[in-house]
């Protein structure tokens, strides 16, 4: 069981930066791949990026390539997501995920375990 509590969320102006943090209690963390996620107002949740166990491979969406960046601790039990360039579209709750493979996914069916979410607001 891995249980995953994100934090970092707040308001911020377009063009401003954030950095998401996701920690994780639980055994084993090191086996995990992890995968951040967004939900928008009236919109579906979906993939933003994604990190291998060790850290050395990541995917990100089109949507936030050259912006954001994954990175992990192993030794903290964290995984971050640094959010530069906002815009008002990065509005959503943002979740981060883990899976037992330790290969990175892009798919929300591929994630055993969620954490509740934290609120990311850009104002224009």
């Known amino acids: 069981q891995v249980q995953l509590v994100e934090s970092g969320g707040r308001l911020v102006q377009t063009g401003g930066s954030l950095r998401l943090s996701c920690a994780a209690s639980?055994?084993?963390?090191?086996?995990?791949?992890m995968g951040w996620f967004r939900q928008a107002p009236g919109k579906e949740r979906e993939f933003v990026a994604t990190?291998?166990?060790?850290?050395?491979?990541?995917y990100y969406s089109d949507s936030v390539k050259g912006r954001f960046t994954i990175s992990r601790d192993n030794a903290k039990n964290t995984v971050y997501l640094q959010m530069n360039s906002l815009k008002p579209e990065d509005t959503a709750v943002y979740y981060c995920a883990a899976r037992n493979p330790r290969t990175i996914a892009t798919m929300q069916s591929q994630y055993d375990y969620w954490g509740q979410g934290t609120q990311v607001t850009v104002s224009s």
């Open positions: 639980g055994r084993s963390f090191n086996t995990y791949a």
């Open positions: 990190i291998s166990w060790s850290g050395s491979t990541t």
